[in-house]
């Protein structure tokens, strides 16, 4: 349900186990030369096709590409166009059984285009979901959430109460993807109901399976296993052998949460059996990436890294970078385990390496798409005003053959001639307006993508200007070290300044990794309880052991002030404004931090300094769109201009405002609000 409607259903119901090969299978190659008699029609040789690919199904998948392949093109000569849907569809299934996702979004993207020809709602409908499912396995979850909402809408349309549980249940799948659990439980149980109500068995079965997954990541174990075995019942019960192998994966998680290692273990063998019955080498690769876990907690070191390196071979043949992160986290905690911290560390930077690389790609590939759909945008446009265009020159021959005709009957037609120019006129105000619409849209458009790219500039102009200087400066150190020309007295002054620059670079990095995950808008606010005096002393211990400049920090705020917000955001914030505060107050200067209760919801937190201020100009455009803005700091301290503009985001995230004062040669005071915790 969650990957093919219809298609697989076939496919399923027709899997013949190769232990009773039947003559058909066992003579493919006599098989395929009879289909190259001359006196076999192209319908006849298109029908033993698929006979012999519902023969093969999921036992051998490459030689059911092979012959689908084969009736796909067969289809195109004989310009077949429901032929041609089928075996592309059947292609994308079989694509996505060996993980070649990107083959298979190219085959689900033909027999959409031809359902949408064949004018097939219910095809289209199926088209759209298998397309949000290519984009899903693609972790492209922003378009797969488009396509499954489209799919939802057309099947609505359609009354098939069937695909629109199915294609609710999609959506519940890509928000639980994107972190939003409490959304995605809503959408699944709703496809639940469904299923349960029109009978769906297949949808019950991987509707529990998807709840069972998100009580995992809530951490309820013992109902994640309940919902889990309950998805295994029906699932065995209805022989649907592409979820099983997922359902036992996730078993395994479930017991090795619960400290349940050996129940893992089995659970994981199980699903490594099945899916290499189906040839599905991504879920083998993650069976024993799940054992080798298992084993490190056991713990059982030998078979813990046969697993692993097992594990990560596969994800290197594959190429799934996904996967192989996955490998080079857990083998570096396997060696942390070990106590064999340099190889601990090796692992642990490429799995870094490749994180940051990967997640790199993601954003170009989000840019491109952006940039495509901007063109396809631009194409509409021009179709459309030569379609107006057209439409005037055809209607002004129209209206000279109708004056042509006047001529004989001037009086009969006089009414009907102003009724036609009066619709006329009326119709092409329309279409000029629309145009114009669309001209103002593209331009909205143009200055968006103009935005992103400038952000983008300043995004690898910081990278590349901020970060090298650091990097420079310990390999500078380094080979003055391996040289050996060296005291130890230098060695200690050169260690105080590269540690100094490595700190401006890690508070560089945090603030951009939270910038850009800002950007992608994927933070998701987590509130709790927080002793707000307590976050304040955290920060400001870190600084007084940090800054150089002598700074005093006074925390005045009452021990009792409690708040109900996300830690992580407001440690950034309160971080961030402290940190800005010393970079422009003078050595031996201050920092103040007090909070005042004004109501009954909110808490008023200042952080003051004696530092050298701003001047109105430099307050009005502090929080400026247009870019990323900084100055030098008392000690030409350098920015990237982040900062501020995080501080100024997370606050609104979580419904307060940043206010600033501040005068030249006297000091600023920035002022936020946050929630406070309720009495009841």
């Known amino acids: 349900m969650n990957r093919r409607l219809y298609i697989l259903l076939i496919l399923i119901t027709s899997f013949t186990p190769l232990l009773g090969q039947s003559n058909t299978v066992l003579n493919l190659e006599t098989q395929l030369s009879g289909l190259e008699d001359p006196l076999l029609s192209d319908s006849a040789r298109m029908k033993r096709l698929l006979h012999l690919i519902d023969e093969y199904g999921f036992n051998n998948v490459d030689t059911s590409i092979f012959l689908t392949q084969k009736a796909y093109d067969l289809a195109v000569n004989m310009e077949n166009d429901v ?49 949000g499912e290519d984009y899903y396995d693609l972790d492209l979850f922003n378009d797969a ?66 709840i069972g997954e998100i009580l995992i990541l809530e951490g309820q174990y013992e109902k994640a296993l309940e919902k889990l075995n309950e998805a295994l019942l029906v699932c065995r019960e209805l022989s649907i052998t592409v979820l099983e192998p997922q359902i036992m994966h996730k078993l395994a998680q479930a017991y090795e949460k619960s400290e349940k290692f050996q129940m893992a273990l089995q659970y994981h063998d199980s699903a490594q059996v099945l899916y290499e019955k189906v040839e599905g080498r991504i879920g083998i690769a993650e069976a024993e990436l799940g054992k080798g876990i298992v084993y490190v907690k056991v713990p059982n070191y030998e078979k813990a890294i046969k697993s692993l390196n097992h594990s990560l071979e596969m994800a290197e043949s594959l190429d799934s970078r996904e996967l192989m992160i996955k490998c080079y986290l857990e083998l570096s905690n396997y060696y942390e385990h070990r106590k064999m911290f340099e190889t601990s560390l090796d692992y642990y930077k490429k799995y870094k390496a490749l994180q940051d690389s990967l997640f790199g790609e993601k954003k170009s590939e989000q840019f491109a798409q952006i940039q495509i759909k901007y063109e396809t945008a631009n194409k509409d446009i021009e179709i459309a005003y030569l379609n107006q265009k057209e439409e005037q020159r055809n209607n002004q021959l129209k209206n000279e053959e109708f004056f042509r005709n006047i001529l004989v009957v001037i009086l009969a037609f006089t009414a009907v001639l102003l009724i036609t120019l009066y619709r006329s006129g009326v119709r092409r105000k329309k279409i000029n307006m629309l145009l114009i619409k669309h001209q103002e849209e593209m331009e909205e458009q ?173 307050v009005t455009h502090l929080f400026d769109k247009s870019g990323l803005h900084t100055t030098r700091g008392t000690e030409n301290e350098e920015g990237t201009g982040l900062g501020l503009k995080l501080c100024k985001e997370f606050i609104e995230r979580m419904g307060g405002e940043l206010l600033v004062e501040s005068k030249e040669n006297e000091g600023t005071t920035f002022t936020f609000t946050v929630k406070k915790e309720p009495l009841f």
């Not at 993207?109 to 088209?127: C, F, G, P, Q």
């Not at 695909?163 to 496809?191: C, D, F, H, W």
């Open 145 to 210: 959430f488009e396509y499954y909402q489209t799919s939802l809408k057309e099947a609505e349309k359609s009354g098939d109460t069937l695909a629109v549980a199915i294609s609710t249940y999609n959506i519940g799948r890509v928000l639980k993807s994107m972190g939003q659990l409490e959304k995605a439980m809503e959408y699944i149980e709703n496809s639940l109901k469904m299923s349960r109500r029109i009978g769906d068995k297949e949808g019950t079965a991987y509707s529990y399976h998807d």
């Open 83 to 131: 032929y041609q849907a089928i075996t592309s569809e059947k292609l994308a299934v079989f694509y996505n059984i060996q993980s070649n996702y990107r083959q298979a979004l190219k085959y689900d993207l033909e027999n959409l285009r031809l359902a949408r020809k064949m004018k097939d709602l219910t095809w289209i409908v199926s088209a759209l979901n298998n397309i």
């Open 446 to 618: 143009s200055r968006e993508m103009a935005s992103l790219l400038a952000m983008k500039d300043k995004f690898f102009s910081i990278l590349s200007h901020d970060l090298r200087s650091p990097i420079n400066a310990l390999v500078g150190i380094l080979t003055i070290i391996d040289s050996g020309h060296i005291t130890q007295e230098e060695l200690r002054e050169h260690t105080k300044v590269l540690k100094a620059r490595l700190e401006n670079a890690k508070k560089l990095l945090g603030n951009l990794l939270d910038w850009a995950m800002v950007q992608m808008d994927e933070l998701t606010i987590q509130n709790e309880t927080l002793d707000l005096k307590e976050l304040v002393e955290e920060n400001i211990t870190f600084f007084r052991e940090t800054n150089d400049k002598h700074i005093q920090f006074f925390n005045k705020i009452d021990e009792e002030e409690q708040v109900r917000t996300d830690r992580n955001m407001l440690d950034l914030v309160i971080r961030n404004l402290i940190s800005n505060a010393i970079k422009f107050t003078e050595a031996s200067g201050f920092v103040e931090i007090t909070a005042e209760d004004k109501s009954n919801d909110w808490l008023y937190v200042r952080v003051t300094d004696n530092g050298i201020g701003m001047s109105e100009e430099q």
